[in-house]
């Protein structure tokens, strides 16, 4: 009912102003025909003055009703676009939180796989302190290879949950 409400206030401008010219012109008829039913006995002036009033209803009436809906109509318009740049953020924004997480996935997915490489290069020594984040928390860790290899379970100390270390060995 009040869906696509701009819409629906630019018919209603429509259909005001088309009303204003129709009863501006039915107006202006009953005024030729007042002015064509004016006695010639009486006074010339108002037969005219009927004249004048018919044709000023039937030219500017329709002029100003036309006018008058500009206001409405483009109220309605204005809605109307507002209603479209509110959509349009409304999906960009959508678009660009989607990026930011896949790009948040792929940088996880990365610093994982370079952990994964330290660990299990026999190359890197075993007291060499090895930077890990809590899968849990996010925080920031660090841990000797050692302690990685050889502890199955760590305790995040930020968050007190226990994650395994084969999520970053495998
Ligand atoms: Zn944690």
């Not at 629906?8 to 005024?31: N, P």
Request: hydrophobic share 40%; glycine share 4%.
């Amino acid at each position: 009912m009040f869906d696509n409400i701009g819409n629906k206030i630019k018919i209603l401008a429509k259909v005001l102003c088309w009303i204003g010219i129709v009863l501006c012109v039915i107006v202006a008829m009953v005024m030729f025909v007042l002015s064509s039913q004016t006695d010639s006995l009486q006074m010339d002036s108002v037969k005219s003055k009927f004249l004048w009033c018919g044709f000023a209803f039937l030219i500017l009436g329709p002029l100003f009703s036309w006018i008058g809906s500009f206001v409405l109509y483009g109220f309605g318009e204005l809605i109307n676009n507002s209603a479209i740049i509110a959509q349009q953020s409304n999906r960009s924004n959508q678009i660009y939180n989607k990026k930011m997480e896949e790009q948040h996935k792929k940088e996880k997915e990365q610093r994982k796989e370079n952990i994964r490489g330290q660990i299990l290069d026999d190359n890197v020594s075993e007291d060499c302190y090895i930077d890990i984040q809590c899968p849990h928390c996010d925080a920031d860790l660090s841990y000797t290879r050692y302690e990685l290899l050889q502890n199955e379970f760590i305790v995040c100390p930020n968050c007190d949950e226990q994650f395994s270390t084969s999520f970053f060995k495998e």
